[in-house]
């Protein structure tokens, strides 16, 4: 079973770009979706973009600023976010699921493994 760690959060300005990582172990990503997802203070969890055997998606709030990335070699995902507004400010999950065990990787119900996550902070 595949653990995941991510790291990378931390307090930066509006407007400033930050890249978070989330490595496995256990297992790698070959036979898992992956996706990054977020959860605000008070809000649900949401789900930001998601790389599986069907590709890349991201959701609306992801487009434009936020680019997930996977490096193989070190079974590691990249979320790099750009021009971070105040309203980011949430902890950064990435979480799993076993290929083929779920209809929309980008919703966080359907996931199976996620780590503690990561906080980012913006401050305006």
């Known amino acids: 079973e595949v653990q995941l760690v991510e790291s990378g959060g931390k307090l930066v300005q509006a407007g400033e770009s930050l890249s978070l990582s989330c490595v496995a172990s256990g297992d790698n990503f070959d036979d898992y979706a992956v996706g990054w997802f977020r959860q605000a203070p008070g809000k649900g969890r949401q789900g930001l973009a998601c790389?599986?055997?069907?590709?890349?998606d991201y959701s609306d709030s992801a487009k434009g600023r936020f680019t997930m990335a996977i490096d193989n070699a070190s079974d590691t995902v990249f979320l790099h976010m750009s021009s971070l507004k105040p309203e980011d400010t949430a902890v950064y999950y990435c979480?799993?699921?076993?290929?083929?065990?779920?209809?929309?990787?980008?919703?966080?119900?359907?996931?199976?493994?996620w780590g503690k996550g990561t906080l980012v902070t913006v401050s305006s």
């Open positions: 979480e799993t699921v076993i290929e083929g065990d779920y209809s929309d990787c980008l919703e966080s119900s359907e996931m199976e493994t």
């Open positions: 790389l599986s055997t069907s590709g890349l």
